[in-house]
């Protein structure tokens, strides 16, 4: 079997529900995908086996490793939440954004309600990266 570097396991974006499972992977770590199920309600109520066969679509995309436990299988985080968000970020600017980074935060300053402590936390990333 070929392993898939990070970028190829990155290239392709999750769907909503995969998007769902890993936010469990990502926040319980390695984990049984009943562990998922029980995670998942009471808000979502989805069957054992729809769970089981998304995370196996994760693993098939690279997302997610799994390891024998007993007679089922754990699975972990193969891309960490930290080196998703990069991705998305940088696949958002290219298509959505014009290859531009400032339209990107222009647009996110213009439409969300950002609290003072949230304007001076931004400032200070700004400061940090300007030098």
Excluded at 86 to 109: C, E, G, H, Y
Aim: hydrophobic letters at 35%.
């Amino acid at each position: 079997m070929v392993r898939k570097t990070r970028a190829q396991r990155i290239e392709k974006p999750l769907t909503a529900t995969e998007l769902e499972m890993m936010n469990v992977i990502w926040r319980i770590g390695p984990c049984s995908v009943l562990q998922i199920v029980e995670q998942l309600r009471p808000e979502r109520e989805l069957a054992y086996t729809s769970v089981s066969t998304i995370v196996r679509i994760l693993e098939q995309k690279g997302y997610v490793t799994s390891s024998k436990e007993g007679r089922g299988h754990l699975y972990g985080a193969a891309v960490s939440k930290e080196e998703y968000q990069r991705s998305t970020v940088q696949r958002m600017v290219t298509s959505v954004f014009d290859n531009a980074p400032v339209l990107l935060v222009r647009r996110l300053l213009d439409t969300e309600s950002l609290s003072s402590d949230d304007l001076a936390e931004i400032r200070a990333l700004l400061r940090k990266k300007g030098g």
